[in-house]
């Protein structure tokens, strides 16, 4: 749809080709690009499970006339409906009443939200040093403006507190960053975002770092977490059923924390180092997570017999993103290791950086199997020569040369946190295809210590 609308500019008239299912999100998506009466011809059912003669039997029969109509009739004038402004009130009624009319207007996830009255909005607006009509950018499928008020508005909604606004602002940084892929985010995958959480923050403001860490049960972590999915239906324009497409899909995951006192101890340095930026500093990081899975009970086992089973398990997550992933700049897989795997790591000399190359040697499989998943693109070494991939992917045509899932070490990013207890790991598939990790710093408002006891924290 975004290509059809970029033609149309141009003076051109186009027919978007979609499968009926997505029939809704592409005219939802049309409306949000500001061309609601952009024509389309919707092919009949899945059609990547139709054989050739299928294929061409719909074509003729359902998509031609379909084509044919578009570029001959003049479409309707599509009027795009108005919103309120920031400060009207939309609504007043009770506790109950204020849910039913937001449910009604998919405005809610469908658990209860705090309903965010002004003076609420203002207490979050209290804890910045931004105005509230300032633009972070512009959210696609409804290019709907991203603003410091709306970050408050849907923070009230998801039950964050007022002092959790810098982490909120810097989260919506980082999904209106290009390089993350918001707009890819209704896709049929149905990736959730993992949000990560470096610093001194994440002890200000009572986040969970140790059992449990990804279980719903603090409020830092998961009212934030359900702030991201509730900022990407009200804002960006995601809803289920019209722009969010996920074939399953999953509900949104709390906020991540780094254990930093196990990284200290170990002497590695945290998750917020490694993509750029001081130790001490406090940043958030955003990845999508299409898949996952988890270890349990590594040990008793040696370093290196933990890294290669936590090797095989990272390539198996990871392959059918890698595949996916083919024309784009690979994929970054996230690795969480809870805190005394980590130290048995360290212990016996492995550094991060060193785990990481452990396991751009161990997680590789046969090309072969590859181009079983994609036949659809040729051989890798087609890909290597059309500059689709590097070098390293083509050293020989043996079909069972073994090849990394990720292009360097470096692509793989490492947590610690979790149970300190327990001999666990977990593993995040990260989709290349749709976009890439990014992380902003947080920046807190002057007198941020002063404002926080103005709130009963230390």
């Known amino acids: 749809m975004r290509a059809s609308t970029e033609v149309e500019k141009c003076g051109l008239p ?11 999100q592409a005219q939802a998506t049309a409306a949000g690009l500001g061309a609601g009466n952009l024509p389309l011809a919707a092919y009949p059912g899945p059609v990547n499970l139709h054989g050739i003669e299928e294929m061409q039997r719909n074509v003729v029969s359902v998509v031609v006339d379909q084509v044919v109509r578009a570029f001959t009739v003049q479409p309707k004038q599509v009027v795009a409906p108005g919103e309120p402004a920031p400060r009207d009130v939309v609504f007043k009624g009770t506790l109950d009443e204020v849910n039913s009319f937001y449910y009604d207007r998919e405005w809610s996830d469908g ?11 203002g207490r979050f607006l209290g804890f910045t040093d931004r105005g509230p009509e300032e633009v972070i950018g512009v959210l696609l499928p409804d290019s709907r403006e991203a603003t410091v008020w709306n970050v408050a508005v849907n923070g009230v909604m998801a039950g964050c507190r007022p002092e959790y606004m810098p982490v909120l602002l810097a989260i919506v940084s980082a999904m209106c960053d290009p390089k993350f892929g918001q707009e890819h985010l209704g896709h049929t995958p149905g990736a ?5 959480l470096n610093g001194p923050v994440i002890k200000d ?17 998961t009212s934030i977490g359900r702030f991201w999915r509730l900022y990407m239906r009200n804002v960006a324009g995601f809803l289920p059923h019209k722009t969010d497409k996920a074939t399953f899909g999953g509900t949104w995951r709390v906020v991540l924390a780094e254990n930093e006192e196990a990284v200290a101890r170990i002497g590695w340095q945290p998750m917020s180092v490694d993509q750029g930026f001081e130790a001490g500093a406090n940043v958030v990081t955003v990845s999508s997570c299409t898949s996952s899975d ?3 009970a590594v040990g008793p086992a040696t370093a290196e017999e933990i890294l290669n089973k936590l090797a095989t398990r990272v ?11 083919f024309y784009g700049p690979g994929i970054r897989p996230q690795v969480l290791l809870s805190p005394c795997v980590a130290e048995l790591l360290a212990r016996a000399g492995y550094s991060k950086n060193a785990v990481k190359e452990y396991l751009f040697n161990r997680a590789r499989f046969p090309v072969r199997l590859f181009e079983t998943l994609r036949p659809d693109v040729g051989t890798v070494c087609d890909s290597v020569e059309q500059g689709a991939l590097p070098a390293l992917y083509c050293e020989s045509r043996d079909p069972d040369r073994m090849v990394p899932v990720v292009w360097s070490p470096d692509d793989f990013m490492i947590t610690v946190s979790g149970d300190p207890g327990r001999d666990n790991c977990f593993i995040c598939g990260q989709n290349g295809f749709i976009g890439y990790p990014v992380s902003k710093r947080i920046e807190l408002p002057a007198g941020w210590a002063q404002r926080m006891k103005s709130r009963g924290r230390k």
């Open 205 to 221: 403001l009572g986040f969970n770092y140790e059992q449990g860490v990804l279980r719903v049960g603090f409020q830092a972590n």
């Open 192 to 196: 959730e975002v993992l949000i990560t």
């Open 111 to 121: 658990l209860p939200v705090v309903p965010p009255t002004v003076d609420r909005v």
């Open 315 to 325: 390539m198996h997550v990871n392959l059918w993103l890698f595949a996916l992933s």
């Open 14 to 24: 186009s027919v978007s080709l979609v499968c009926d299912s997505f029939a809704a």
């Open 294 to 296: 988890s270890m349990f």
